[in-house]
């Protein structure tokens, strides 16, 4: 099958892996850097699959930034382009979905269009009829950062907004690349196909803000905070899982959909859906507030990544303790061994590990790390069992 991929971001990337295993795959960005790197099978992106794939696998699969080639004779075009949260319309920028749409039906108006991409509830519906065309499906993804092709070959599930022999051909192309084969399928309307992608997002954040909201508890009346999550996990129904604490849920997908579910709430009643996203700045305004209580002079940002195998830190949670701090006058210094540069946003970012610490008077610390064990005195952390 000839298919393109609109979108050389994890989800796409992936996907496009995945499916250039049995198929002819074009995948199409406007960014010429990363098109250059997948024709020389390099991955633009942090994802030990990806990688290992493009460099051993034989793969189908071409870059390219020429919208004739990527459109003209594709059966199936897949979008997969950013959708950030926009503060402004309280409402997810799907500009790139419908100018993508648009380019596609001036070349090839037969093609069916799968949409990847993070929408607002209903959207999929307002696409048909906006292009009036009927052959728009919406697929929603479940990928990790850094796991993202992992994620692909054992997926957990596979959601088509399609129940005719088109929504089950698509399904089987899925299939047909992954390892994992017998995971569950579900054909449902685009609607609900959106719904169920935001709800996920919404539940993992809720988890990660109960246990987060936990564990401030166990710190203000000096309890400790794992001896309560392991019986608390003990609980087959809660699980020993996705119950690490932290400085509160960030990466590119929880804040943007939390919010984004909530604006679809309006004018619906509702308590937990506005809690979940107001626990998550509670949190890092009480952590900020005890990292100020200890009344050192310089603090020093242990990486900025939200989690390990990720070389991505946008809207990571230790940004939201930054910017906070920086309101309130505090010197700091950061270390995070992705950024090249001297500075980030007027901070001082040290190279060497051995000079941040040695400047650092206390160090924040999202995740711990082995390489912190000698001054882990110095250390501020929630972590609890080192993992994300």
Known sequence: MKITVVGIGYVGLANAILLAQNNKVNLMDI????VDLINQRKSPIQDP??????????????????????????????????????PSTNFFNTKSIDDAIEKILKVNKNATILIKSTVPVGYTESLKRKFNIPHIIFSPEFLREGQALYDCLY???IIISNNSDKGKNLAKLFIQGAIKKDMPILYTNSTEAEAIKLFSNMYLAM??????????FSSKHELSTKQIIEGVSLDPRIGDYYNNPSFGYGGYCLPKDTKQLLANYKDIPNNIMQAIVDSNETRKDFLVN?????????????RLIMKSNSDNYRESAIL????RLKDKNVDIIIYEPQINQNELEGLKVVKKINDFINKSEIIIANRYHPELDKVKDKVYTRDISSKD
């Open 155 to 157: 997926p957990s599930r």
């Open 49 to 86: 699959y990806i990688s290992e794939y493009l460099e051993s696998v034989k793969l189908d699969l071409n870059a390219t930034m020429d919208q004739n080639i990527a459109y003209k004779d594709a059966e199936l075009i897949i979008i997969a382009t950013p959708t950030d949260y926009d």
């Open 290 to 302: 005890e990292i100020i209580n200890t009344k050192v002079k310089i603090v020093g940002i242990y």
């Open 31 to 34: 960014i010429s850097d990363k």
């Open 207 to 216: 988890r990660v803000t109960f246990f987060n909201e936990l564990d401030t």
């Open 320 to 323: 939201g303790i930054i910017q």
